[in-house]
């Protein structure tokens, strides 16, 4: 491992510098009265010096800070509640782990929490702590005069009244320490138990007492909540309760590279420029190398795995979403999320889904040789249809068709004069007129769930969308399957929240778009029958 140079170490620990020395010079002797009195009373000596860990070899090593373990103890001494945001294998959990543990054996009556995202991993980290216990040395035991009390599958004490609790959960206890791992799959598969943190654990810590909340993005979900209002919070001055964010980006950890020269297509060519423009950082030959080998086997789970900034980590999938790594790697990493897209050269043709009591949700598209744009959205509730078609022109668009969804048809939803049934289809046509305003109405013919969620997939390589669009977007990502509580599994079913109503109108867009496309491609193959030309 390779130590923090003095001007790193002033950078991350000012009020420190003095320790420098101490923290690159081993002692001459560990039973000397000077090493006790220098080198154990220092805890971040301790923490990269005194205990055992196994590596990512498998091979049992004095544990060492890195440099990302470095960041984020440093930015706990300056405030005591800090989110991670992270790439992969960065050691935070080891570091945690190292530290709350250093806690438990030099200080009395502290009770520190690890939360595991499942028994699995509650067990796991369990083992880890008893291996840490194992192998602290004989000598430091004297000198604390610490000895192991309980050790069971839920909680690790020691004769100086403080207690390691490993749980999934934390709402009874009174906490000095918290370290929650993971919270963003927390968040993803268990909803339910994310929300339980909020309100149960984390008001189980004491306030000014370190807590710490670390995953990787894992798309869009509470933990996204969390780092958004603590980059929020960061902006002014942090409350105690507030959380400071710490974002570890894969270009910094400096395991992120392959000696193997790779080839560098044109869409990696283009991230890596985006990157080197947003981030300031100058990417080498074998971390472009590191990235390219990555990309090959996760596919578009590199971003949510591995990365560069924030908001490229959240336009990552999670493992349920029918469209977010498509959306992500044939979209958004190639820059297709703009700015001022709407054209006014074009048509634009607008899907609706209509709700009764839910949202109704607008999506205006236009079609430019081959490309397919989302230039705009509109959502509301509680509104009768003239308000859309108000909103409509008041945008200003060259409206060329209005896209419906089958059942605009059934005539039980709309009362016309003198008790006759309407559907809302003539609703709508009558405003049209009122309005005198020529534009289509077509009625779309009710398709296969499934089908719409694959004709989306084939329109996302050629399609871009306007930034404005936020809902539509958020709906590329979380629209998603159901998952079972039981099974621990993700349905074959789309699960129905508030992102169904979006993702019904881009499966309409979609769907007309392999519509068209079919049709075109049957007037060619017809042409060419006729004619042996294509058309």
């Known amino acids: 491992m390779i130590k923090l140079t003095k001007p790193q170490f002033m950078e991350l620990y000012p009020d420190l510098i003095h320790l420098y020395e101490r923290y690159t010079t081993p002692p001459v002797s560990s039973s000397s009265k000077e090493f006790e009195a220098k080198y154990l009373t220092s805890k971040l000596w301790r923490i990269n010096n005194i205990y055992t860990i196994i590596n990512k070899d498998g091979d049992a090593v004095t544990f060492e800070m890195n440099f990302a373990q470095h960041q984020v103890y440093a930015a706990s001494r300056e405030h005591a509640r800090i989110i991670i945001l992270k790439s ?15 806690d438990a054996v030099f200080k009395k009556n ?20 008893k291996f840490l216990w194992d192998k602290l040395s004989d000598s430091v035991k004297a000198f604390v005069d610490v000895s192991l009390v309980k050790d069971n599958s839920k909680e690790f004490s020691f004769t100086n009244d403080s207690k390691i609790f490993i749980r999934v959960s934390f709402r009874s206890a009174t906490l000095q320490r918290l370290h929650i791992s993971e919270f963003g799959k927390i968040a993803n598969q268990y909803p339910k138990r994310a929300r339980e943190t909020k309100t149960g654990t984390l008001q189980a810590l004491g306030k000014g007492n370190t807590g710490v909340i670390e995953s990787t993005a894992e798309g869009v979900n509470d933990f996204k909540d969390m780092w958004d209002k603590a980059e929020l919070a960061d902006q002014g001055e942090l409350s105690s309760k507030d959380f400071k964010p710490v974002f570890l980006p894969w270009f910094k950890d400096p395991d992120c590279i392959e000696a193997v020269d790779q080839v560098i297509d044109e869409d990696a060519a283009h991230y890596f420029k985006k990157l080197e423009e947003t981030t300031g950082a100058k990417l080498t030959v074998v971390q472009r190398n590191f990235w390219v080998s990555q990309r090959r086997e996760l596919e578009g789970d590199i971003f949510q795995e591995y990365p560069a900034t924030p908001a490229e980590a959240f336009s990552a999938s999670k493992n349920g979403s029918y469209w977010s790594t498509c959306f992500t790697e044939l979209v958004v990493a190639r820059g297709r999320v703009v700015k001022g897209l709407y054209d006014s050269n074009l048509a634009v043709d607008v899907f609706f889904d209509l709700g009764v009591d839910d949202y109704m949700v607008l999506g205006f598209a236009q079609w430019w040789r081959g490309e397919h744009h989302i230039i705009d959205e509109y959502w509301n509730n509680g509104y009768g249809l003239e308000h859309y078609i108000n909103e409509i022109e008041d945008r200003g668009y060259n409206i060329r068709n209005l896209k419906l969804p089958h059942d605009v ?3 039980e939803l709309m009362t016309g004069k003198g008790g006759k049934a309407e559907s809302r289809v003539d609703i709508l046509r009558k405003l049209l007129k009122k309005k005198k305003l020529r534009w289509g109405v077509h009625t779309m013919r009710k398709g296969a769930i499934a089908d719409g969620i694959q004709s989306v997939r084939t329109m996302v390589p050629d399609l871009y969308i306007d930034s404005r669009c936020t809902y539509l977007i958020e709906c590329f990502h979380k629209y998603s ?3 079972d509580d039981k ?10 929240d508030e992102f169904s109503h979006g993702a019904d109108v881009i499966r309409s867009i979609a769907t007309d778009i392999v519509k068209n496309n079919n049709e075109v491609e049957s007037m060619r193959a017809s042409q060419q029958r006729r004619t042996g030309h294509d058309i």
């Open 110 to 129: 502290m009770n520190l929490g690890l939360m595991a995202q499942g028994a699995d991993e509650a067990a796991t980290l369990l083992e880890r702590t």
């Open 487 to 496: 099974l621990q599994v993700w349905k074959k079913t789309p699960r129905h």
């Open 409 to 411: 048809e059934v005539r």
């Open 88 to 102: 992969r294998q960065q050691g935070i959990s080891t570091l945690w782990l190292v530290s709350y543990f250093d």
């Open 481 to 483: 399957k159901e998952w």
